[in-house]
C-alpha cells in the first residue's frame, strides 16, 4: 500500500529530473550523463521495486487462500 503512496514522489522526481534535462543550464554534457544516469538508476530501480511487490503480493495472495481452504475443512464445533 505504501509503494502505490510513493509512486507519485517518484514520478514527480522522474519528471522534474526531465525537464532539466532539457534546460539550457545543462550545458556540460558530463553533468547530463549523470542526471540522465540518475534518471535511468531510479525509473530501473523502482521497476524492479514494484516487480517485486506485485510477486510477493501474489505469492502472499496464494498463502491466504491455501490457508483459508485448510481452515474450511477443520471439523466446525471443535
Excluded at 505504501?2 to 519528471?15: F, I, P, Y
Excluded at 532539457?22 to 547530463?32: A, I, K, N, P, V
Excluded at 550523463?33 to 517485486?52: A, F, H, I, M, Y
Excluded at 503480493?57 to 491466504?64: L, S, Y
Amino acid at each position: 500500500m505504501r509503494l502505490t503512496h510513493k509512486q507519485t514522489d517518484v514520478g514527480s522526481v522522474l519528471h522534474d529530473g526531465s525537464c532539466l534535462l532539457q534546460q539550457t543550464s545543462l550545458s556540460d554534457d558530463e553533468q547530463r550523463r549523470t542526471v540522465d544516469n540518475q534518471l535511468t538508476l531510479l525509473s530501473d530501480g523502482w521497476e524492479d521495486l514494484r516487480l517485486k511487490a506485485m510477486d510477493r503480493q501474489a505469492r502472499f495472495g496464494i498463502h491466504i487462500h491455501f490457508q483459508n481452504s485448510e481452515l474450511q475443512q477443520l471439523p466446525t464445533g471443535v
